[in-house]
């Protein structure tokens, strides 16, 4: 039986763990100096209770870390600072910088690390959300084994540690930006009494944005003028006293394909590696 110590168990690190014993594996938590709410889910997680930190890390084969990104760094050192020499595996949103960090820390302790990232809803009924792992095959082979079956769908890349970090951020970068920006859309709309017509022109945006990579020729083509108009937009936000950065950086972004006018044959390499410009472009 493998066991994991889970770090910690928030509302989808409890329902991961879950999935992990239900497959078999022994799961543990330290509900020392957390909150009732967190050891209440663990409780109904099925999660085995440890007396200490280091008490679980004596017995543990995997340690799974699946914390707030600003505290992963703070959780891994802490972890590493006990006996323990399984997989150690950081499942955070965090930067592929941070997680290069966190690994060099293992190493110097003699750990192996596994960059992992979770996308999509906790696992339950109607959602089923990807593990993807990145670093030494052998380890990551192991962590994958102890989700098979389940409805945590490890995902392992054929790339080192950093790469599952980058596409957490790369994934998320648009979705969180998007929630966000949409927040700002209707605050304007209500602010000047058009909310019912905004919520109906929502209604025809495609929801495959993301997915629309042979569309972005087309955006790089159009950006000398779509930058001007996402000025307006910051304008138009700032009266309102809404906060103006998203489209202040959209407008930034848009910028670097300037000179792409009316290229709407640009190859997508091309419209990406423009992106990669400096800043000052004015």
């Not at 209604?203 to 000025?231: F, G, K, N």
Request: glycine residues 8%.
């Amino acid at each position: 039986m493998t066991t994991v110590t889970l770090l910690h168990p928030g509302a989808m690190g409890a329902e991961v763990g879950a999935q992990a014993r239900r497959a078999g594996a022994r799961v543990l938590h330290v509900p020392t100096g957390r909150g009732s709410a967190s050891v209440e889910r663990a409780r109904k997680a099925g999660l085995e209770a440890a007396e200490s930190l280091g008490a679980a890390l004596a017995v543990s084969d995997l340690v799974l870390s699946v914390c707030p990104p600003h505290a992963a760094e703070d959780v891994a050192y802490e972890a590493l600072g006990h006996a323990f020499r399984g997989v150690y595996v950081e499942a955070n949103a965090i930067s592929p910088e941070r997680a290069l960090r966190i690994d060099g820390a293992c190493r110097d302790r003699g750990i192996v690390m596994v960059d992992g990232s979770i996308i999509g809803a906790p696992p339950g009924a109607d959602s089923a959300p990807r593990l993807y792992l990145s670093g030494d095959p052998e380890a990551v082979g192991r962590v994958a084994a102890v989700f098979k079956g389940t409805a945590v769908l490890a995902r392992p890349l054929d790339a080192g540690v950093g790469a599952a970090s980058a596409l957490k951020m790369a994934f998320a970068s648009f979705q969180k930006s998007a929630r966000a920006l949409a927040a700002v859309s209707h605050a304007l709309a209500t602010r000047h009494g058009v909310g019912d017509e905004l919520a109906l022109e929502a209604e025809s945006i495609t929801s495959r944005i993301l997915a629309e990579v042979d569309y972005l020729p087309s955006l790089a083509a159009r950006a000398w003028r779509w930058a001007p108009e996402m000025e307006e937009i910051a304008a138009t936000l700032r009266s309102a006293g809404l906060p103006p950065a998203l489209a202040e950086a959209s407008a930034t972004v848009l910028r670097h394909w300037t000179a792409d006018k009316d290229r709407f044959d640009l190859p997508l390499g091309e419209v990406l590696a423009h992106l990669h410009a400096p800043d000052d472009l004015d």
